[in-house]
């Protein structure tokens, strides 16, 4: 058992040095060059402001036209991985945006007020009005007739469900499928362009292939369902994909301002409340010292291996901070030492009835287990349907930001007070500190 | 030896009458809601002269905009002001109150309807999250108690005492919203959820001491051994409420304001957490076996009907 224990003891050292490692300095990190990432209330970010153009909006409709880019603008921040953003409507025609992190590239600001509406076009022939025109030829939107009407094929035929792969020959490849309108109108144009071929469009520019080309390849054969488009890089045909599944833009948006903002909560309260954490945790090893005297020195150890361990992690991961998310941080602290204080609740328990040290150590350690458990299993319930329906159903961001740290603290807190706890304080059985009952209970002590 | 158990039917009434405090409030005061969940105006304004954050925050608490959300732009002395819905006038009557209090405006423009910066559903959604997290927590402690007899007891106790820690916050602040003017925001909604989640961890560390000793002393009265149970567990009950309190008065006292809200429904929440882990679920607990329930739900009806 003793030399188990070292080695356990060598083990979480190690760990703990590699937590070092990652997490100092805040702010960027020995090991990985990365601070802890913090969301728009507690740093600030980018805020941009879009003119919705409702110039081709029918009357009446402009409130639900602005709705509508609203929830576009929401499905195409998601992907990012940016957390917790703030959309508003402005007056009649003006959303603003504000994303966490100031480093959001220009393109990406673009890619979010951009339509995305992909058309087909067809050669056009000489007599015909040109609708695009580029060094592959002159260009007319590819149209049929379906139900008597003429229709032009276009990507709002797509189901949602687009997707970007590898394909064979090693080219990238995004697939879509067409939904039942858009089925009958692609078979019926593909079955008259065979040979010939058929380009994109993205507003008056051709969709363009790795090397800047024209996309414009001869169909094979007829497309029915499922289509593809290839030869895109991957970043591009990631990007439109993910676009492509966010939906259209119902109307086009400019930018008309854009600034780095301060975080909603004002700038001191971070610094603020790292320090009222770090007091926090003072205060309870102070009480777990006077408390549970050499134990409670040992499980304040744990607690300080416990704090870097999710620090780390939210590195690691990395976990977006916000308001909420720090909540449940600051909770799991005040019950990280939960897991110690019952088992050492149990060790005086044991002593009480007259067992040594090593054995009350160890029966304390056993019969705390199953409160532990229970008390985290139930924790870890409420942390992953949290989560889940934070990301999913209801979705509501502080919800799940809350959950995420929640999680990650309990579950280390288990691991830094049974294991870290516990190895500590095997290596002080068997010395002659051993011998002191009163290094760990007061009263024992007296008695 | 404490006889806690003894007094259970004097601790379910101290929680019926808070809770049915809680209830006639937020019946008639309903929640009021913090200028995150409604809409409202929105202003920028930059100053000629360098004016701080913290100044132009004073400037608008003296004018009565106290929880105006204020955030400043990376170009000096300009700022994006967060308001409630401000009349034409009014906003006039600001503007002018700031240009008096803080120096001329270069620049300043006013939207008059934003809409809101959370959605309004979050709360809702909160609600929902909640109430499928109960339901798991019912069917685990259901679960893990499946070896005692009736464990659906222990779950649905469990799930009492979340919903009764739930409700005293919520009741609470109703109470200071109608009477102080507190306002809910996130802090808030986080602060309900850590409750949540704290409620059930303590409830749970003393059922297990329960379904331990019952499986220890088999013969003994159960009455006695969720009484036993309790007093083993007292000491650590405190200490756990005890510690989390100094994290949570801790980022009261030191990060002040901002944090008000989290910090006082924590510390509320703390104290109604290990007051219904000891004082209602192992009573009800304790009611429940000895058919007290039943015969409180039989007379419930004819108390009724007397009336």
Known sequence: ?447 | MFDIVGKRLWYIVISGVVILAGIVSLATFGLKLGIEFESGSMMTVSFEEDVTEEALKNELASLDYGNAIVQSFEEEGSYLIRLPELSNEAKDDLVDGLAAGLGDIKESSFDKNVSPMVAAETGRNTFWAVFVAAIGILLYVTWAFHRMPNPFRYGTCAIIALVHDALVALGTFSLLGGLLGWEIDLMFVTGVLAVVGYSVNDTVVIFDRIRENLTRYTRADFRTVVNNSLVETLSRSMNTSLTTLFVVLALQLFVGESIQNFAVVLIIGVITGTYSSLCVAPQLLVAWEKGELARFFRWLPRRGGRQ
Request: glycine share 10%; hydrophobic share 45%; proline share 4%.
């Open chain 1, 1 to 447: 058992m003793p030399r188990r224990n070292t080695q356990i003891f060598i083990l979480v050292l190690i760990v703990f040095i590699l937590a070092g490692l990652v997490v100092l300095p805040f702010d960027d990190g020995i090991w990985l060059r990365r601070g802890i990432r913090l969301g728009l209330d507690l740093q600030g970010g980018t805020h941009i402001v879009y003119q919705v153009d409702l110039s081709s909006v029918e009357p009446g409709q402009e409130a639900s036209t602005v709705a509508g880019v609203m929830g576009v603008l929401d499905n195409r921040i998601n992907p990012m991985g940016v957390t917790e953003p703030v959309i508003q409507k402005r007056g009649g025609d003006r959303i603003t945006v504000e994303l966490p992190g100031r480093d959001i590239s220009d393109k990406e600001k673009e890619r979010l007020s951009r339509v995305v509406m992909l058309e087909f076009g067809e050669l056009a022939s000489e007599n015909e009005t040109a609708r695009w025109e580029n060094e592959r030829g002159r260009w007319k939107p590819a149209t049929a007739i379906i139900n008597g009407e003429e229709k032009a094929l276009t990507s709002q035929y797509f189901e949602e469900n687009t997707y970007v792969r590898q394909g064979e020959m090693g080219g990238v490849e995004l697939i879509f499928e067409w939904d039942k309108e858009g089925s009958e109108l692609s078979e019926e144009i593909t079955g008259r362009l065979i040979g010939q071929p058929m380009a994109i469009f993205e507003g008056d520019e051709a969709l363009r292939g790795e090397e800047g080309q024209p996309y414009a390849p001869v169909v094979q054969s007829t497309i029915v369902d499922v289509g593809q488009i290839t030869g895109l890089s991957f970043d591009d045909a990631t990007s439109l994909s993910q676009q492509l599944n966010a939906g259209r833009l119902p109307a086009p948006l400019t930018i008309i301002d854009d600034e780095i903002i301060s975080p909603i909560l004002g700038e001191k309260f971070v610094e603020m409340s790292l320090q009222a954490g770090l007091i926090g945790i003072i205060l309870v090893m102070l009480f777990m010292i006077i408390y549970y005297r050499l134990s409670g020195l040992l499980a304040s150890l744990a607690l300080v291996f416990y704090g870097l361990l999710v620090m780390a992690l939210f590195k690691l991961i990395p976990v977006t901070l916000t308001l909420a998310g720090i909540g449940g941080f600051v909770l799991s602290i005040g019950m990280a030492v939960d897991a110690n204080i019952l088992i050492f609740e149990r060790v005086k328990e044991e002593l009480r009835a007259g067992r040594t040290l090593g054995a009350a150590i160890e029966a304390g350690f056993n019969r705390a287990w199953a409160a532990i458990r229970d008390s985290n299993v139930t924790t870890f319930i409420i942390c992953g349907i949290l989560y889940w329906l934070g990301s999913s159903i209801v979705a509501s961001a502080p919800v799940k930001g809350f959950a995420l740290t929640f999680f990650i603290g309990v579950a280390i807190s288990m691991f830094t007070a049974i294991i870290v706890t516990r190895t500590l304080l095997r290596l002080f059985v068997g010395t002659s500190l051993a011998q002191r009952t009163w290094l760990f209970s007061p009263r024992l002590g007296r008695k």
